[in-house]
């Protein structure tokens, strides 16, 4: 079991960049697989990005070519930067974590571990 906590959100405008961190607990932070995942208002929790303890990653196709998930092993953090920022990027953002590698990347089911949240709005 690992601790999550995400931070970086907030409004930006349409076009904009941000930067969410998720700050990890655990001394084998490097054995775990680590995504993000979002949820809009009426819509069901979808997979963002995935990366492994080796640094290979995942997007899903909406935001691939935008977003770029990066992990420091060392610190303990995993990031996702997010360039050119559309309104239908808005909702909850949450970092989540599988021990060495998830059945399902994409599926919400095949992770133990979640963080709070961070909202990011994007205004048009």
């Known amino acids: 079991q690992v601790q999550l906590v995400e931070s970086g959100g907030g409004l930006v405008q349409a076009g904009g960049s941000l930067r969410l961190s998720c700050a990890t607990s655990?001394?084998?932070?490097?054995?775990?697989?680590m995504a993000w995942f979002r949820q809009a208002p009426g819509k069901e929790r979808e997979f963002v990005a995935g990366?492994?303890?080796?640094?290979?990653?995942n997007y899903a196709d909406s935001v691939q070519g935008r977003f770029t998930i990066f992990r420091d092993n060392v610190k303990n953090t995993v990031h996702l930067q997010m360039n050119s920022l559309k309104p239908e990027d808005t909702a909850v953002y949450y970092c989540?974590?599988?021990?060495?590698?998830?059945?399902?990347?994409?599926?919400?089911?095949?992770?133990?571990?979640w963080g709070q949240g961070t909202q990011v709005t994007v205004s048009s």
């Open positions: 655990g001394r084998t932070f490097s054995s775990y697989f």
């Open positions: 989540a974590a599988k021990w060495r590698r998830p059945a399902d990347l994409y599926s919400t089911r095949g992770y133990g571990d």
């Open positions: 990366i492994d303890s080796g640094g290979s990653t």
